[in-house]
Each structure stands twice: as C-alpha cells, then as structure tokens.
C-alpha cells in the first residue's frame, strides 16, 4: 500500500478509504457475512488497489462505464472504490429487473464492461446485448456445482474477478481525479417504467457526513448493512464506516439471519424499510433473540405505520430515527 501526497481533504470517495486505512488500519472493516471472510480497513484497501489497477491493465481508461450485478458482499465494496481510484464510472444494477431492462440501461449509460456475480449468470447472454465495444465480462463469487453458471456466460470472454486481482498490483494508480468528476449512475425506481439514469459525482457521494452526524454515529458503533448495496442507502452505510471506523456486517435481508446477526455480532445501528420492521416482529425467532445491543434502527423507504414503529419501539429498540431523502441530493432533504 502507498498513499501519495495529494491532499486527502479533496470530497474523492477513495480518499474516504485511503483516511480510514491510515487512521485505522489493522482494525476490522468488514465482516461479509454471505461468505464469513473478515477484513480490516488496510485490507479492503489493498483490495480496492489491485481491482482499479485490474481494471486498467484490461484497457479501461478514466470516464470509461463499467456496469455491475452482485448481491451484497465485499466484492461490491471494492468495485465501488476501486471504480473511484481508476477514475472509472460505475452503474450499480438491480437484480431485482429483468435482464432486458439491465440490457436497456448499460446501453444507454455506454458501458462497456459487466462485473457479475456468478449466481446472475443466466441474465448474462441478455445484458451482455446491451455493452458496447469489447463487452468484458468479469466473473465473481462461487461458481454453481457442474459448471452451470459459467457456461451461461460461455458465448464470450469471461474474466475471473479473483484471479485478475490476484495478478495486478496493490500500489495505489493515482489516476488523477477531480471531486466534481462523474462517479456512477444511480438509478430512480421505475415506478412509471425503466428506471432513470442520472450522474452521482465524487463530491455528491462523499459529502454525507452530517446524515450520520444526525443519528448520532460514532467510533463505538457496529453497523449492519442490509440495504442492497446497488443503492444510495446501502453504498452509504459502508461509507459510514469509513468515516469512523466501524466495523461494519454486509448482509442480504434474511429475516433470522438478521436477527442471528445482531446478537452474534453486537450490531449497534441498522438501516431498514418499515416491511423490514414488520417481518422481524412476525418472526417467531424475535422472541429468544437477544437485541441488547442495538441503540438505533434507522427507518427510511417510505411511511413507517404507527404499529410497526410501536412494535419495534417496544420488542426490538426503542431508539428510532427516520429521515426523507431524495436519490438527487446524496443526503438527507
């Protein structure tokens, strides 16, 4: 790892990271809990190196697109900073589209490069459609017993995301990045159709610390993060910790698991969506959970109903914070 003398005040996503590895270093950043792998701030930099100087060595070049699909794990972490230290821009997909919407939006945004996690790999022919130029395609996560995943994605070149990692080098490219840069596509939710496009830049998505000022974050909190990463919510969380040093729990929503989640790793803060809160009251297993250590459920997404904030309230935390944001602004309106 080697940091340069660019100051690190500069509102550039990456520079989060490159604080936290020095401020924190050896502490734990990560616990990925869909694969158990834990890493520290000086790790997940390191990382984030060898992906953005992966990236580079396949021909990418600063402004270039490169679209992703992939559940919640620490490879969406790297992704999202490693596309900021190479100066690259970044369309987060929703798995939760068709494959020819996914094809609709990477043509419309330009990318030219797919990173997929392996279990998505029967949308892969489809998106695929929608890349322009050389249409990469760089694989991760476990492939399916008997091959299946990757031969869905056979008719094409098909990338290794762990072996091209493991084959760049880990010194920081020093891509030469201004804050107002653009940094990825977020997307609105589609209520009315597809879902927009519009440009996040670097300044934009590094500029909300006083969201978590407002809830009273510290260096004390473990945060658990079971928004899907795709969007401003979950990308935010783990930036949180960034800023402060948490360790942070990347989970998908699993309503047990949850709850398994918060007792075993002594979460402190969690982000949900009043259906999220509704589903943990239902659970037979909230009854033996221990929860002691939660200080604070954040509620956002839409109305919280007066029952479930009561019910959460009194069996789960009854610290609530809710806030309205608006995808635009980054941070909360």
């Given amino acids: 790892m080697r940091h340069d003398d660019r100051a690190l005040g500069h509102m550039r996503v990456d520079n989060l990271l490159t604080t936290a590895a020095i401020r924190y270093g050896g502490q734990q950043a990560f616990y990925c809990a869909p694969t158990g792998r834990r890493f520290t701030f000086r790790q997940v930099d390191e990382r984030v190196n060898r992906l953005a ?24 972490v790297d992704i999202y900073l490693a596309l900021a230290r190479a100066g690259l821009v970044g369309l987060p997909l929703n798995y ?3 494959p020819v919407e996914m094809r609709a939006l990477v043509a419309e945004v330009g990318a030219g490069t797919l990173i ?32 299946e995943t990757d031969r869905a994605m056979a008719d094409g070149s098909v990338s290794d995301y762990d072996e091209l990692c493991a084959a760049a080098g880990s010194d920081d490219p020093r891509i030469d990045i201004d804050e107002h840069d653009p940094y990825y596509f977020n997307l609105t939710s589609g209520t009315t159709g597809l879902p927009k496009c519009y440009l996040i830049s670097h300044y934009n998505a590094a500029s909300f610390v006083p969201m978590f000022q407002a809830m009273h974050v ?26 402060w040093g948490n360790r942070n729990v990347l989970t998908n929503f699993d309503v047990d698991d949850a709850l398994r989640l918060i007792e075993a790793e002594q979460v402190t803060m969690v982000n ?17 959970s221990d929860l002691h250590s939660l200080r604070g459920i954040v509620f956002a997404g839409s109305l919280l109903p007066a029952p479930v904030r009561e019910g959460v309230q009194a069996r789960i935390c009854p610290q609530i914070y809710e806030y309205y944001g608006m995808q635009e602004t980054s941070t909360l309106v």
């Fill in 96 to 98: 939760r589209l068709a």
């Fill in 53 to 76: 100087n992966a990236l580079l060595a396949l021909g990418l070049r600063k402004g270039d697109r490169v679209a992703f699909l992939s559940t919640n794990r620490i490879e969406v």
């Fill in 116 to 147: 997929v996690e392996r279990r998505f790999a029967d949308m892969v022919p489809v998106v695929r459609e929608g890349l322009s130029g050389e249409r990469r395609v760089i694989a991760l996560g476990e492939p399916a017993a008997g091959g």
């Fill in 218 to 243: 510290d260096e004390r909190d473990v945060l658990m993060t079971v928004f899907p990463m795709y969007g401003r919510v979950g990308f935010a969380w783990v930036a949180c910790g960034m800023i």
């Fill in 272 to 288: 949900l969506v009043p259906t999220m809160g509704a589903m943990l009251l239902a659970s037979p297993a909230l009854a033996r």
